[in-house]
């Protein structure tokens, strides 16, 4: 039990990625605040850990909104005790030509991918530094992070931020005992990729991105970030963790 009694918050927690997280660290003894835009799938997400005998709570968050984010992280402190553990999750993004991306969409992107997860880092490390307490910071980036996605000029600015931001944080926050790391998915199942798997060509070409020929499963990258924010990644942070099934390491021919 890696994580016991240890308070841990996971951003976009009511979906995918976040809410696979969330069980995850439930599972290993955390006292996880599920956090969400969506105040329903949160909820879900808590029942599922609590008939599997774990503890938790559901918070609706909108990570672009500070007010919102220092209500998550104050209900978290009152429902938990100290926090230990931040994940963000959270994140949209566009399938648009970029000819084609009008401004608003371009910040909406940047709002929730880049803005959203800097918020949710400050304020997280704010409260551990006013208390003197260690900590452990893990963010979703993405493949797209590393080099471009077409049609998703925002989304590959965004996590390409994701992955600076993380490093920048990294810098700012080790002298306080806060680890700040990424991990960078391939293409993983979830809703928001669910549409690529109901046109069976189309599937076979996400499986054809990867070394692995398939997709990876929100499992996958929970074990990741639970490794990232454990204590046997002690010495690890700044970095960004991929795991793509191959995706970025090479060209196939
Ligand atoms: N699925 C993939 O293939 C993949 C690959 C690489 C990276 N990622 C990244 O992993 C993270 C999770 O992706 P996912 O596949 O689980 O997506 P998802 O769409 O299943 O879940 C995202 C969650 O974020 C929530 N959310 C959106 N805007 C929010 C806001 N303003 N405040 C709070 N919550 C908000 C949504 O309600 C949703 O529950 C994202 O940052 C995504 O970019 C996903």
Redesign the pocket.
Known sequence: MRFQDKCVVV??A?????RRTAMEFAAEGGRVVV????LA?AGRCVEEIAAAGGSARAVA????DPASVAALLDEAEAAFGGLDVLVA?????EIVPALELSLEEWNKVLD??VT?VFLCNQAFARRLVAAERPGSIVN?????GLQAAPNRVAYTAA?HAVVGLTKALALDLGAHGIRVNAVG????R????ERYFQDSAFADSIRALHALERWGE?EEIAKAILFLASDEASFCTGTTMVVDGGMTAGKRM
């Open positions: 951003t976009g009511g979906s995918g990625i976040g956090g969400d835009l969506d799938t968050v909108d990570v672009t999750s959270a994140g949209i993004r929730v991918d959203g979703l980036a993405s493949v797209a996590k998915p391939g293409v993983i979830s809703p928001m990729t929100p």
